[in-house]
DNA sequence: ATGTATTTTCATTTAATACTGAAAATACGA
DNA sequence: TCGTATTTTCAGTATTAAATGAAAATACAT
């Protein structure tokens, strides 16, 4: 009896452990489709369904991948601010867990890629804007109104999302869900 | 007087074709930096700034890139939406237009994004729920959980997303910003 | 049908990106 | 201080993605 039920239990985390290796995977590859490092969205992946905290060595071992690409890509994720590093007491070896709560994944994603992608946007367009300024020909009056209308666009964007990721709570989807026609 | 005339209007016409190359070679960075194929980005960029139809050869001069680079990037643009082919009568050549309009532009990557990235996600995430049903363990559940919650937050993403694309018209960012605190 | 303009394909080359593994640097306990 | 565990760096290599250019296919006028 005892023994069944350990063959059970076996064959049971041996399913989830399927499951965690397909989410790894799948994971990744569906942020190469994001233009996201496929390995730093496994890493990623790894440890949104592990429910400890693991260590470089770990993450190696269990993506088959050397130590300089993990560190790399822990590193990385630290700096998205996606994964925290984290010391246990009289433990040498540093840790790493990622953010779970996926409202606060979702606001940590948009305010980088606001940072680093929306913003940079902006400023080539005004740039581009101030160099056309003065101009007078239909050609430029052209340029002109286009370039407005798209700086015009990404900063109204932009707005609307530090507002929506401002709150820091996941209500405003949802409510935003019931409004909108 | 005219001569003088002359020559200021060449000094404009200068001043535009570099803020406008500006804009392409810059475009094309902010692509890559979003994933984007470099010269895809570019050529998009030109048939934006660019107020008539170009054929492929006008982009290749353009842009100093091959044929074969030029046709593929084009087409490819053609499959998102994002650019038109438009046949001139009594002429054999095929010439390009991009879509204008800064809001018809972002429904159509919204959409695609949404069909290419999005749900793909989502089919990958209730392939792991399944894989999982039935667990009973606690590392289970807790798997469970996970992927259950990203799952159950990408949908509501596109549902909000579908909704916002769905009216074709600009208004709904402006009214959000007004009533987001 | 034949010739010509135009588009499409694709084997090859080139460029960009990611990964490895080992050495160097650092941190820390004894 | 010395020795060891751990992290970091980085030159070299591998992999993947993009671009070239020329040949093949297609479309159309005569």
């Avoid at 693991?54 to 790399?72: F, P, Q």
Wanted: aromatic share 6%; net charge positive; proline share 2%.
């Amino acid at each position: 009896m005892e023994k069944t039920r350990t063959k059970e239990q076996l064959a049971e985390a041996a399913q989830l452990d399927v499951a965690r290796d397909e989410f790894v995977t799948q994971w990744g590859t569906i942020g190469s489709a994001w233009g996201i490092n496929r390995t730093m969205a496994q890493i990623h992946a790894l440890l949104i369904v592990t429910p400890h905290a693991l260590t470089t060595d770990e993450v190696m071992d269990e993506l088959k991948i050397s130590r300089g690409n993990a560190h790399t890509n822990l590193r990385e994720l630290v700096g998205w601010g996606l994964v925290r590093s984290v010391v246990r007491k009289g433990e040498r070896k540093e840790y790493f867990e990622a953010e779970k709560d996926v409202w606060k994944m979702f606001c940590i994603i948009v305010r980088e890629r606001k940072r680093r992608e929306i913003r940079p946007a902006i400023n080539v367009l005004k740039d581009c804007i101030d160099r056309a300024d003065g101009l007078k020909s239909p050609d430029a009056l052209a340029f002109t109104k286009q370039t407005k209308a798209l700086c015009e666009f990404m900063e109204m964007a932009d707005g609307v999302l530090s507002k929506v990721v401002r709150s820091e709570q996941s209500t405003i989807i949802p409510w935003a869900l019931k409004f909108l026609k």
